[in-house]
């Protein structure tokens, strides 16, 4: 089990950005694929970016290609989702997560260690 903490959420118009950082606290941070999922109310939790290990890898869900950007820094034990041009549809709990699995994957059946979520809304 690896502890990791999301931080970076809150309330910004629509076109506007926000990047959500995902901290761990454990060593072994550089040994895990790296995953960003969300979930709005009544909604099941959805894929949104994958970054490999070394990160020379990412793979995105189709509503957000273009406009977000995952990315990592092993060094200090972080990753980071950089959102651009924010949709109200976006408006969820943001996740990360960590996998020792690279398909890429996207269920979060193969995610074994998760953020408490930040909350991300956005207004029309």
């Known amino acids: 089990q690896v502890q990791l903490v999301e931080t970076g959420g809150g309330l910004v118009q629509a076109g506007g950005s926000l990047r959500l950082s995902c901290a761990a606290a454990?060593?072994?941070?550089?040994?895990?694929?790296m995953g960003w999922f969300r979930q709005a109310p009544g909604k099941e939790r959805e894929f949104v970016a994958a970054?490999?290990?070394?990160?020379?890898?990412?793979y995105y869900s189709d509503p957000v290609k273009g406009r977000f950007t995952i990315s990592r820094d092993n060094a200090k034990n972080t990753a980071y989702l950089q959102m651009n041009n924010l949709k109200p549809e976006d408006t969820a709990v943001y996740y990360c997560?960590?996998?020792?699995?690279?398909?890429?994957?996207?269920?979060?059946?193969?995610?074994?260690?998760w953020g408490q979520g930040t909350q991300v809304t956005v207004s029309s």
């Open positions: 970054i490999r290990r070394g990160g020379g890898g990412t």
């Open positions: 454990d060593r072994t941070f550089s040994n895990y694929a």
């Open positions: 997560a960590l996998t020792r699995i690279w398909l890429p994957t996207t269920s979060t059946r193969e995610y074994v260690d």
